[in-house]
């Protein structure tokens, strides 16, 4: 048996739940919502003509791995990836590592996680978990998002680091190689904002506050587009996106309200803490949103109206964020 | 959303047992962590998904059984995959695949191809060959 002393922490999105656990092990003492503010995790993207799952393509998050890889850069840390051609490739690395008692952050697909409820279980390849340990055929598995920890065998593992589709994994793994003594935390945040009020305010219709806008104006005409049944569809794809595991809850708003609480009591500024609170009004008026939309798939009426009183919701969220970042941007 | 609001509706982790992290204010206004067993909206938004995955699957089983389309595209469906993904675990390109999905080549397809198949989809290859009888 080989088992690194490493602390499971549970935490709402895969990504930062592994950085932060990552980081906490080597000893550098940063939460989830202090990760994703650093790394900039907050976002809102549609990308026109995609599809994903038949619906739209919303993200109200970076690609996978940016988080992660924003927030070392900002902190100095520097982070070493490996991706494999052969499976037994991939697990000699990852048992040197185990060896060498470094816990190792994996990218895998979700699809043939066995501990998994079998709705959440679908090809969806950048789910993240750190190793930090072997008892013979057995990984020990520490999944950010389970409340404890989980045991795969080196086949069951070998599954899911090998998935194949949209951001094929490759057996990827991820751990840090160098750790700065002196990290400077303040200077992150202000990076780490600064990078998600450009984003948020992008001049691209389709990027943060004008994106949540773009897809406002669509719902209305989805109806008559494509559909009562295939519009319910999409609606409960952006209620997916934005409020399943993962998110938080409100699209990764609370998240970004309890990184902006923090952040005003460590940098001794009274205005994020007032910034904090407006972001979870924003957050609550999301949970809203979804919770209005998932009425109007359930009783499936096609009244028009629900579409309109739905878009102008969104409108209302998306004009608020806008302001919203303005003033944090003008803060900083 | 207030800690005390974190939704605790009866949803689809209960199967696991399994309950999710959300972020919240506390009493005094200070951001908290609390466990949610699930909500409303989310399990609608997941039966509207299953409910149209379901449907989508039951008429390429008719499709299936009738030889418009070969069982492959069934069981494609079945693994909830799409045409990249099922091109990814077969190791060939997408068109490649998506022939694979007519009746015609589907009949004069290799037994080792038969067989990738199989192991993909985790069914006997006879399960495949055989759907029609």
Same mark, same amino acid.
């Given at each position: 048996?080989?088992?690194?002393?490493?602390?499971?922490?549970?935490?709402?999105?895969?990504?930062?739940?592994? @950085?932060?656990?990552?980081?906490?092990? &080597?000893?550098?003492?940063?939460?989830?919502? #202090?990760?994703?503010?650093?790394?900039?995790?907050?976002?809102?993207?549609?990308?026109?003509?995609?599809?994903?799952?038949?619906?739209?393509?919303?993200?109200?998050?970076? #690609?996978?791995?940016?988080?992660?890889?924003?927030?070392?850069?900002?902190?100095?840390?520097?982070?070493?990836?490996?991706?494999?051609?052969?499976?037994?490739?991939?697990?000699?690395?990852?048992?040197?590592?185990?060896?060498?008692?470094?816990?190792?952050?994996?990218?895998?697909?979700?699809?043939?996680?066995?501990?998994?409820?079998?709705?959440?279980?679908?090809?969806? &390849?950048?789910?993240?978990?750190?190793?930090?340990?072997?008892?013979?055929?057995?990984?020990?598995?520490?999944?950010?998002?389970?409340?404890?920890?989980?045991?795969?065998?080196?086949?069951?593992?070998?599954?899911?680091?090998? @998935?194949?589709?949209?951001?094929?994994?490759?057996?990827?793994?991820?751990?840090?190689?160098?750790?700065?003594?002196?990290?400077?935390?303040?200077? @992150?945040?202000?990076?780490?904002?600064?990078?998600?009020?450009?984003?948020?305010?992008?001049?691209?219709?389709?990027?943060?506050?004008?994106?949540?806008?773009?897809? @406002?104006?669509?719902?209305?005409?989805?109806?008559?587009?494509?559909?009562?049944?295939?519009?319910?569809?999409?609606?409960?794809?952006?209620?997916?996106?934005?409020?399943?595991?993962?998110?938080?809850?409100?699209?990764?708003?609370?998240?970004?309200?309890?990184?902006?609480?923090?952040?005003?009591?460590?940098?001794?500024?009274?205005?994020?803490?007032?910034?904090?609170?407006? #972001?979870?009004?924003?957050?609550?008026?999301?949970?809203?949103?979804?919770?209005?939309?998932?009425?109007?798939?359930?009783?499936?009426?096609?009244?028009? &109206?629900?579409?309109? &009183?739905?878009?102008?919701?969104?409108?209302?969220?998306?004009?608020?964020?806008?302001?919203?970042?303005?003033?944090?941007?003008?803060?900083? | 959303?207030?800690?005390?609001?974190?939704?605790?509706?009866?949803?689809?982790?209960?199967?696991?047992?399994?309950?999710?992290?959300? +972020? *919240?204010?506390?009493?005094?206004?200070?951001?908290?962590?609390?466990?949610?067993?699930?909500?409303? *909206?989310?399990? $609608?938004?997941?039966?509207?998904?299953?409910?149209?995955?379901?449907?989508?699957?039951?008429?390429?089983?008719?499709? *299936?059984?009738?030889?418009?389309?070969?069982?492959? +595209?069934?069981?494609?469906?079945?693994? %909830?995959?799409?045409?990249?993904?099922?091109?990814?675990?077969?190791?060939?390109? %997408?068109?490649?695949?998506?022939?694979?999905?007519?009746?015609?080549?589907?009949? %004069?397809?290799?037994?080792?191809?038969?067989?990738?198949? *199989?192991? $993909?989809?985790?069914?006997?290859?006879?399960?495949?060959?055989?759907?029609?009888?």
């Amino acid at each position: 048996m080989n088992k690194i002393d490493f602390i499971h922490h549970q935490s709402a999105h895969c990504e930062n739940g592994v @950085a932060s656990n990552i980081l906490k092990f &080597n000893g550098i003492d940063i939460n989830e919502p #202090m990760l994703f503010g650093i790394g900039s995790g907050l976002f809102y993207i549609c990308i026109p003509f995609l599809k994903v799952n038949q619906a739209p393509a919303i993200s109200y998050r970076p #690609m996978p791995g940016f988080i992660f890889s924003r927030a070392s850069k900002r902190l100095n840390i520097k982070i070493k990836r490996e991706r494999f051609s052969t499976i037994d490739k991939s697990f000699d690395a990852l048992d040197r590592n185990i060896d060498q008692g470094i816990a190792t952050g994996l990218q895998v697909g979700v699809y043939h996680l066995p501990y998994f409820p079998d709705e959440y279980r679908f090809h969806f &390849n950048a789910h993240n978990l750190v190793v930090y340990g072997k008892e013979g055929n057995n990984y020990l598995i520490s999944d950010p998002v389970m409340e404890t920890t989980s045991v795969l065998t080196r086949e069951e593992l070998a599954k899911v680091r090998f @998935a194949k589709g949209v951001f094929a994994p490759k057996g990827h793994m991820y751990y840090p190689v160098e750790i700065p003594t002196e990290i400077d935390l303040p200077k @992150a945040i202000i990076g780490g904002i600064k990078k998600t009020t450009s984003e948020m305010l992008a001049p691209v219709p389709f990027v943060g506050a004008n994106g949540i806008k773009f897809v @406002a104006k669509k719902i209305p005409g989805w109806a008559k587009k494509v559909g009562v049944k295939k519009t319910n569809h999409y609606l409960a794809q952006i209620i997916r996106m934005q409020e399943e595991i993962g998110t938080g809850g409100g699209g990764f708003r609370f998240i970004y309200a309890a990184f902006l609480q923090q952040s005003g009591e460590l940098l001794n500024k009274p205005e994020f803490l007032d910034f904090s609170q407006q #972001m979870t009004v924003i957050g609550d008026d999301w949970r809203d949103f979804a919770l209005k939309a998932s009425r109007i798939c359930k009783h499936r009426d096609n009244d028009t &109206n629900a579409y309109e &009183n739905l878009s102008e919701m969104m409108l209302k969220i998306a004009a608020k964020e806008k302001q919203f970042f303005k003033d944090l941007k003008k803060s900083i | 959303m207030k800690k005390d609001e974190i939704p605790q509706d009866s949803g689809r982790l209960e199967e696991k047992n399994m309950k999710e992290l959300c +972020y *919240a204010v506390d009493e005094s206004g200070k951001y908290a962590t609390g466990l949610s067993t699930g909500w409303e *909206a989310k399990n $609608i938004a997941l039966d509207v998904t299953m409910e149209n995955l379901n449907q989508q699957i039951e008429e390429a089983k008719q499709d *299936a059984i009738k030889g418009i389309k070969s069982p492959i +595209y069934y069981f494609m469906l079945l693994n %909830r995959m799409d045409l990249s993904v099922l091109a990814g675990y077969v190791g060939k390109p %997408r068109w490649i695949v998506k022939r694979h999905f007519k009746p015609k080549v589907f009949k %004069r397809l290799k037994n080792s191809t038969l067989n990738k198949y *199989a192991e $993909i989809f985790e069914v006997d290859v006879n399960t495949i060959k055989n759907f029609n009888e």
